[in-house]
């Protein structure tokens, strides 16, 4: 009996094996279903947003998330419309909360600028929302749970005003541990 069971096991496993190996599988994604990410913030040739724009179009890209420094918040406004000019979405902007700048029911002013700037063109998009390790520092399991939900809350109020989504984003520490 045991022979039969095992002989039927392997049977099955080699049945498995062999369809989950062989099967074609369609690995091409769509070029409208990705976007590049990281762009400004990483773009080692420090393009100016004009040529950030011109090349995300030669490259056939129909949307990009705005990721930044503070050294490009003073050309945002004109990128991200700049962007929408050439049909090209804005799926998101990142939102950097870091525990020395940012607190609840107060922001950095680069992050209140972000907010400003994002309401001034009236760009309805998602926040990806990310919190530095420091944000949850000698705090227990229960406070920094506590503490990030408040904070998420404050956030969400904000992007509501400005009629956008928040999204959660995970950028390693204690935020990204399920």
């Given at each position: 009996m045991k022979h039969h069971t095992l002989s039927a096991f392997v049977f099955l496993l080699s049945i498995i094996f062999y369809f989950s190996c062989s099967a074609p599988?369609?690995?091409?994604?769509?070029?409208?279903?990705?976007?590049?990410w990281?762009?400004?913030?990483?773009?080692?040739?420090?393009?100016?947003p004009e040529e950030r724009i011109h090349l995300l179009k030669e490259l056939g890209f129909s949307k990009y998330a705005y990721d930044w420094r503070d050294k490009h918040l003073d050309e945002m406004a004109g990128e991200l419309t700049l962007a929408r000019e050439n049909d090209i979405e804005?799926?998101?902007?990142?939102l950097w909360l870091n525990?020395?700048?940012?607190?609840?029911?107060?922001?950095?002013?680069?992050n209140d600028r972000i907010f400003e700037i994002?309401?001034?063109?009236?760009l309805n998009t998602t926040l990806w929302v990310s919190f530095?390790?420091?944000?949850?520092?000698?705090h227990t399991q229960e406070q920094t749970m506590s503490y990030a939900i408040e904070m998420i809350k404050f956030i969400n109020s904000k992007a509501r005003e400005i009629n956008c989504k928040v999204a959660l984003y995970?950028?390693?520490?204690?935020?990204?541990n399920p």
């Open positions: 599988k369609d690995t091409d994604a769509a070029l409208d279903q990705v976007f590049p990281c762009i400004v913030a990483f773009d080692s040739l420090e393009r100016s804005i799926i998101s902007v990142w525990a020395k700048r940012d607190s609840l029911g107060k922001l950095s002013p680069a994002i309401k001034e063109i009236n530095s390790n420091n944000f949850f520092e000698e995970n950028h390693r520490g204690w935020f990204g």
